[in-house]
T-cell receptor, first 114, second 114 residues
Framework: AQSVAQPEDQVNVAEGNPLTVKCTYS??????LFWYVQYPNRGLQFLLK??????LVKGSYGFEAEFNKSQTSFHLKKPSALVSDSALYFC????????????FGAGTRLAVHP | DAGVIQSPRHEVTEMGQEVTLRCKPI?????LFWYRQTMMRGLELLIY????????DSGMPEDRFSAKMPNASFSTLKIQPSEPRDSAVYFC????????????FGDGTRLSIL
C-alpha cells in the first residue's frame, strides 16, 4: 500500500537560513511524488513533482526537492528561507493503481522567523 | 486561465439543514476530486470522478453525503441532513488524465454547522 510520512509537525527556521521539510514514502512500483503548499484560507498550490530523471527537482518560489530512492525520501529544500514561506506543506505520492489519486502526508507547518 | 472555482466560500447553517457545495473544474480537466480538511483528521479524499463518472466514493463518511457531476464543468457535494461534525473546509481539485499531472485545488468552502 502507498503511504507518505512527514515526520515533523512543525519546522522553525530563521529568515535567510536554509530550510528542509522532510518526507518519506512507501510505494509499489515507480514513485510519482509531489509537494504542495497551503497558505491561510487558500487551497493547496502545486510546488513541484518528481516523475523520473534527475534526482534534484526544481519548482516554484525557489524550492527544490531531492529524490533519494535508497532512503525512500523526497525532502523539500530551499537555500534561503523567507518569512513569506511560512505555510503548511504537504508531500504526496500518486496512487499506483492509477486514476491520478494522490496520497497526502499529514502536513508540516513551516515557520520562518525574521 | 481561471482556476478551480468553488462556491460558496463560506457557509454557516443550522444542524439538520441541507448543504450544497459547488465546484467548477478547470476547463479540459478529466478528473475531479472532493476533499475535506479538518484539524483532527487532516486532508481526506471523499470522492473522485473521471470523465464525470464516480470512480471511488469510499471516502464519503456517511450516506448523508452525496456528490454528482452532471457535466464536465460542474460538480456538487451535498450533505443532508447536516451535523456539527461536518464542519470543515471542503476542497475541490481537478487534473488532466495524464498520470504525472498535478491536481489543481480551489480555495475551498469553509462550512460551519451550528
Amino acid at each position: 500500500a502507498q503511504s507518505v510520512a512527514q515526520p515533523e509537525d512543525q519546522v522553525n527556521v530563521a529568515e535567510g537560513n536554509p530550510l528542509t521539510v522532510k518526507c518519506t514514502y512507501s510505494v509499489s512500483g515507480n514513485p510519482y511524488l509531489f509537494w504542495y503548499v497551503q497558505y491561510p484560507n487558500r487551497g493547496l498550490q502545486f510546488l513541484l513533482k518528481y516523475i523520473t530523471g534527475d534526482n534534484l527537482v526544481k519548482g516554484s518560489y525557489g524550492f527544490e526537492a531531492e529524490f533519494n530512492k535508497s532512503q525512500t525520501s523526497f525532502h523539500l529544500k530551499k537555500p534561503s528561507a523567507l518569512v513569506s514561506d511560512s505555510a503548511l506543506y504537504f508531500c504526496a505520492v500518486m496512487f499506483s493503481g492509477g486514476y491520478n489519486k494522490l496520497i497526502f502526508g499529514a502536513g508540516t507547518r513551516l515557520a520562518v522567523h525574521p | 486561465d481561471a482556476g478551480v472555482i468553488q462556491s460558496p466560500r463560506h457557509e454557516v447553517t443550522e444542524m439538520g439543514q441541507e448543504v450544497t457545495l459547488r465546484c467548477k473544474p478547470i476547463s479540459g480537466h478529466d478528473y475531479l476530486f472532493w476533499y475535506r480538511q479538518t484539524m483532527m483528521r487532516g486532508l481526506e479524499l471523499l470522492i473522485y470522478f473521471n470523465n464525470n463518472v464516480p470512480i471511488d466514493d469510499s471516502g464519503m463518511p456517511e450516506d448523508r453525503f452525496s456528490a454528482k457531476m452532471p457535466n464536465a464543468s460542474f460538480s456538487t457535494l451535498k450533505i443532508q441532513p447536516s451535523e456539527p461534525r461536518d464542519s470543515a473546509v471542503y476542497f475541490c481539485a481537478s487534473s488532466f488524465t495524464s498520470v504525472n499531472q498535478p491536481q489543481h485545488f480551489g480555495d475551498g468552502t469553509r462550512l460551519s454547522i451550528l
